[in-house]
């Protein structure tokens, strides 16, 4: 199985989202918040992929030198449930192991805020992640961020299509960057290292 990293092989980091204006502030969409930090740090622009239904912006993260990992960073623009056909085509284009692969995703099941990195798992009912899975098997990395249940009766779907709420958006800020600073330790310094500074 695919799952240790190759030190020499680009790292492909995947915020999962939905495209357009309306979906742009949604809880569903906070890994394109943290692509777009990324992106902002590493000084360049998102640019459509070929053929592939994605945007990619390649840089490099960490202090300059042989420390520094090749990156390439990834929004689909294929609608959430659809995000594994566009990954898996820049997988095979930029040959990236599957354990090179980190996905950033929004997480029901954690507290808001709280992150949590791992490598595999399941799907846990996210439609991102369950596509991304269906086209490339378990083996990536996730920084699952965590945006909590859906209060009283409310639906999941209608729950995470929804924008943050204004008690929430004071701290959202902050969050995306603790995020964001999680995912450049994981690429620089390993799981290990990440899940220990970051696991809250």
């Not at 623009?77 to 090179?100: E, I, Q, T």
């Amino acid at each position: 199985m695919d799952v240790t990293t190759d030190a020499n092989a680009p790292w492909l980091i995947v915020g999962l989202g939905n495209p357009g204006p309306e979906y742009a502030a949604n809880r569903h969409n906070v890994g394109f918040m943290v692509a777009d930090l990324l992106a902002e740090r590493i000084g360049g622009k998102f640019k459509r992929a070929g053929k592939a239904q994605a945007q990619v912006l390649e840089g490099r993260i960490g202090a300059p030198g042989p420390a520094s990992r090749r990156v390439v960073l990834v929004k689909p623009m294929s609608y959430m449930n659809l995000s594994g056909g566009p990954v898996n085509a820049l997988r095979d284009f930029y040959k990236v192991p599957v354990a090179n692969i980190v996905a950033v995703h929004d997480e029901l099941d954690i507290d808001y805020g709280t992150l949590r990195l791992k490598l595999g798992g399941g799907d846990n009912g996210h439609n991102g992640l369950k596509s991304m899975t269906k086209a490339m098997g378990p083996d990536y990395h996730r920084v699952r961020f965590g945006i909590g249940r859906p209060p009283g009766r409310m639906q999941v779907a209608d729950f995470v299509l929804k924008d943050f709420s204004s008690t929430e958006r004071k701290e959202l800020d902050f969050l995306v960057d603790r995020a964001t600073d999680s995912v450049e330790c994981l690429v620089s310094e390993g799981l290990e290292r990440a899940q220990s500074a970051y696991n809250s």
